[in-house]
């Protein structure tokens, strides 16, 4: 598979160290906003590890356990370790060695797949969803980084395989952007969940259609993500 050719490709890119830097960053972060909050810190499963404390807490308050999730993918990225890595010089010239273009990260975040919270896994979108000239539409492509193995059970990514040439058509829905299920040229593409091990980057052009599996481990995975521009 090849970026080029069918719009991703996986390259080995943080180590077992970086992984688990940000596997801290987020634990971390959930207790800062767990102990930050009203609810007793010892009901927000703090013994628990990373893969299964949101999981815990869903069992009994599937609201608070969405609530610190949303923390994470909204505020955790600004850690420095976080800024630190998306801004690595390594990471950087493997992003350029597979886009074949300079590029510089310009926005980043932390995701996360939940088999208790399925309702918020993402539907099918590109990244860039329509030409017009925002920030947005000048994304190069994005880095997925699963900080866990990640594949079809794991709530890992399908992709519409293929070099698309423009964005399929997307619909608004409240707080996101994402394409029919009843597109034909999106029924019709070949689709392919791809393998990631921990720490490796889903490098994903910008029309590539893709959306997040249904997670059916039993457990969270997290991820991180950045978005490059030229």
């Given at each position: 598979?090849?970026?080029?050719?069918?719009?991703?490709?996986?390259?080995?890119?943080?180590?077992?160290?970086?992984?688990?830097?940000?596997?801290?960053?987020?634990?971390?972060?959930?207790?800062?906003?767990?102990?930050?909050?009203?609810?007793?810190?010892?009901?927000?499963?703090?013994?628990?590890?990373?893969?299964?404390?949101?999981?815990?807490?869903?069992?009994?308050?599937?609201?608070?356990?969405?609530?610190?999730?949303?923390?994470?993918?909204?505020?955790?990225?600004?850690?420095?370790?976080?800024?630190?890595?998306?801004?690595?010089?390594?990471?950087?010239?493997?992003?350029?060695?597979?886009?074949?273009?300079?590029?510089?990260?310009?926005?980043?975040?932390?995701?996360?797949?939940?088999?208790?919270?399925?309702?918020?896994?993402?539907?099918?979108?590109?990244?860039?969803?329509?030409?017009?000239?925002?920030?947005?539409?000048?994304?190069?492509?994005?880095?997925?980084?699963?900080?866990?193995?990640?594949?079809?059970?794991?709530?890992?990514?399908?992709?519409?395989r293929g070099k698309w040439g423009s964005p399929l058509a997307h619909d608004a829905i409240p707080g996101a952007f994402v394409i029919s299920d009843t597109d034909r040229e999106l029924q019709q593409a070949e689709k392919i969940c791809p393998?990631?091990?921990?720490?490796?980057?889903?490098?994903?052009?910008?029309?590539?259609?893709?959306?997040?599996?249904?997670?059916?481990?039993?457990?969270?995975?997290?991820?991180?993500?950045?978005?490059?521009?030229?």
């Open positions: 598979m090849t970026y080029h050719t069918d719009g991703f490709e996986i390259r080995p890119l943080l180590s077992g160290v970086d992984v688990a830097e940000l596997c801290s960053v987020i634990t971390n972060q959930l207790d800062r906003v767990a102990c930050a909050l009203l609810k007793p810190y010892a009901e927000t499963a703090p013994d628990a590890g990373l893969e299964e404390r949101i999981e815990h807490i869903a069992l009994k308050d599937r609201s608070f356990a969405g609530l610190l999730g949303d923390a994470i993918a909204t505020d955790a990225y600004q850690h420095p370790t976080a800024m630190r890595l998306a801004k690595d010089s390594r990471l950087l010239a493997v992003a350029e060695s597979v886009t074949g273009a300079p590029v510089a990260a310009k926005t980043i975040r932390f995701r996360y797949s939940s088999s208790a919270l399925a309702g918020k896994r993402q539907g099918w979108h590109s990244d860039v969803a329509r030409m017009d000239g925002s920030a947005c539409s000048k994304t190069h492509c994005a880095i997925w980084i699963p900080l866990s193995d990640a594949g079809i059970a794991t709530g890992g990514l399908e992709i519409a393998i990631v091990p921990a720490g490796h980057g889903l490098f994903i052009d910008r029309f590539t259609p893709h959306r997040a599996l249904e997670n059916v481990s039993g457990k969270t995975r997290w991820s991180f993500v950045i978005w490059m521009q030229e």
